[in-house]
């Protein structure tokens, strides 16, 4: 592994160097071994520079950032303090790491999206603030790429990396996620693709459900060739009009008699 020792506003000995890269290489090859680089900072801090600050930067793995600093009146100690939180964040996901770090090595095809990283002034005065309008400063860029992630490897990074929101691909669906640390200490997720994935209803047509009835009541009428009246036959219908003048000629016979 690869470390970087400097100081800011102060040297750094030899003796410290040497205390700093024996510390973290027994701190990578016992917890994760797969270490690329390091890089740790020291620098003065407080009123009268009475505090040390030593921040520690170390990248696992693929793109995977630990990252941790306190503040301390000595060098040695603030360094220690520092590792000491690195180490606990790395025993906390040492099996997750592993696996993640096996999934990325039979897995290589692992999606990468490119993107720009911009940095935004937040320091205008109010005269700046108005000659602007919407656009914002850009004070710096660069290029950066989001990761395809589960929910648990985007919380592990945003929890070794110390940042206050992570922003990934999903690994179920492909869509943009983000998880971020909310101010009662839980992690909070957002996850659009939930919304998008959810089923859809359309209601039925009036005119169908209108139509159906009628259909039915049409149905249950009755031919009107099976009335249930009776039709005489023609014969018998012809049969009572030729009886008919017989029964006259009778009638007037008997008038005569």
Not at 110 to 136: F, H, V
Request: proline letters at 4%; hydrophobic letters at 35%.
């Amino acid at each position: 592994m690869h470390i970087t020792v400097q100081g800011k506003q102060m040297s750094v000995g030899d003796a410290l160097r040497t205390h700093v890269t024996n510390k973290l290489e027994d701190i990578n090859s016992k917890y994760f071994n797969h270490g690329t680089d390091a890089n740790i900072t020291f620098s003065k801090e407080g009123h009268g520079h009475g505090l040390i600050r030593a921040q520690i930067s170390i990248r696992v793995g693929s793109q995977i950032m630990v990252m941790a600093d306190a503040e301390e009146g000595d060098a040695y100690l603030s360094f220690d303090t520092a590792a000491e939180k690195a180490a606990k964040q790395l025993r906390r996901y040492k099996r997750r790491l592993r696996d993640h770090h096996d999934r990325l090595q039979t897995s290589p095809e692992i999606e990468m999206l490119k993107a720009r990283d911009y940095t935004l002034s937040s320091n205008d005065s109010e005269e700046e603030e108005a000659a602007k309008g919407d656009e914002a400063l850009v004070i710096a860029e660069m290029t950066t790429h989001i990761p395809t992630l589960t929910v648990s490897e985007a919380v592990m990074r945003l929890d070794l990396a110390h940042q206050n929101a992570f922003l990934f691909r999903s690994a179920k669906h492909g869509g943009i996620n983000m998880v971020y640390r909310r101010a009662d200490g839980n992690i909070g997720w957002v996850d659009p693709g939930l919304t998008a994935s959810a089923p859809k209803t359309t209601a039925k047509p009036a005119s169908k459900a209108v139509a159906k009835p009628a259909a039915k009541k049409a149905a249950t009428k009755k031919p009107a060739g099976k009335s249930n009246v009776k039709k005489l036959p023609a014969k018998k219908k012809t049969a009572a009009k030729k009886a008919a003048p017989k029964k006259a000629v009778a009638k007037a016979t008997r008038k005569r008699a």
